[in-house]
């Protein structure tokens, strides 16, 4: 069984960086694409990066510059290095891995499982 369990979140201030992980379990790490989406109050779950199993990755505009993403595959851990938050990056954010039977991202692929989420707060 599928399992990710993201953390790292908090609250930080304008221009600040936070890094979020996601610990994954239950299947063949290493094959899957995994990505991280954010999800606001009042919008819809959006794609923020990709990382394929070959290690390319690929970023939403708005982020694209101040987030890196990065996998551990040796520790079936998934990261998000966030830099020059700004408050528009407040959302609750989701580690999620692909499956073919899941939601279509544009850009960034399918995903179908998911973590429970990590809260990010930025404010000015």
């Known amino acids: 069984q599928v399992q990710l369990v993201e953390s790292g979140g908090g609250s930080v201030q304008s221009g600040g960086s936070l890094r979020l992980s996601c610990a994954a379990s239950g299947y063949t790490y290493s094959s899957y694409r995994m990505g991280w989406f954010r999800q606001a109050p009042g919008k819809e779950r959006e794609g923020v990066a990709a990382i394929f199993s070959d290690g390319n990755p690929t970023y939403a505009r708005s982020v694209k510059g101040r987030f890196s993403i990065s996998r551990d595959n040796a520790n079936n851990t998934l990261y998000l290095l966030m830099n020059s938050l700004k408050p528009e990056d407040t959302a609750m954010y989701y580690c999620?891995?692909?499956?073919?039977?899941?939601?279509?991202?544009?850009?960034?692929?399918?995903?179908?499982?998911w973590g429970q989420g990590t809260q990010v707060t930025v404010s000015s």
């Open positions: 999620a891995a692909g499956e073919r039977s899941g939601t279509f991202y544009p850009g960034f692929g399918t995903f179908g499982y």
